[in-house]
């Protein structure tokens, strides 16, 4: 589970969106749940995400955030002689963050 220390540390000021943003970026490859966000069925390309913070909320114990990303999926060929296609991609996601642990559940946004 990733842990979001600054972002927690920048709670309730002008620098959360930008930690919080910056620690999205730290994260591996894979971490975030993109795969369930691709439209065409292809494969994420998390090499270079474009992060919106959309909302963020005080829930008691946690700090719920609503982020866009921007990512590109790579759509498989249709036959032999077709290259894989990059595409841009966008979904959204619901991050819980524990105020005491910093620790961070990551969901996809159904629409």
């Known amino acids: 589970m990733p842990k979001f220390i600054n972002a927690v540390r920048d709670w309730n ?10 620690e999205i970026a ?5 971490v975030l749940p993109l795969d369930k966000g691709v439209t065409y069925g292809g494969a994420v390309d998390d ?3 474009t992060v919106t913070l ?8 946690v700090i719920v955030a609503h982020v866009g990303v921007f990512f590109t999926e790579v759509i498989g060929g249709c036959s032999c ?8 991609a966008y979904c959204e996601l619901r991050i819980r963050i524990d105020k005491a642990t910093a620790e961070a559940e990551l969901a996809l946004v159904s629409e």
């Open 13 to 22: 000021t002008e620098a959360f969106a930008r930690s919080l943003k910056r």
């Open 81 to 88: 002689g077709d290259e894989p296609t990059p595409t841009p």
């Open 54 to 61: 959309l909302r963020s909320d005080d829930d008691g114990p």
């Open 26 to 30: 730290y994260l591996g490859k894979g």
């Open 47 to 49: 090499s270079e995400l």
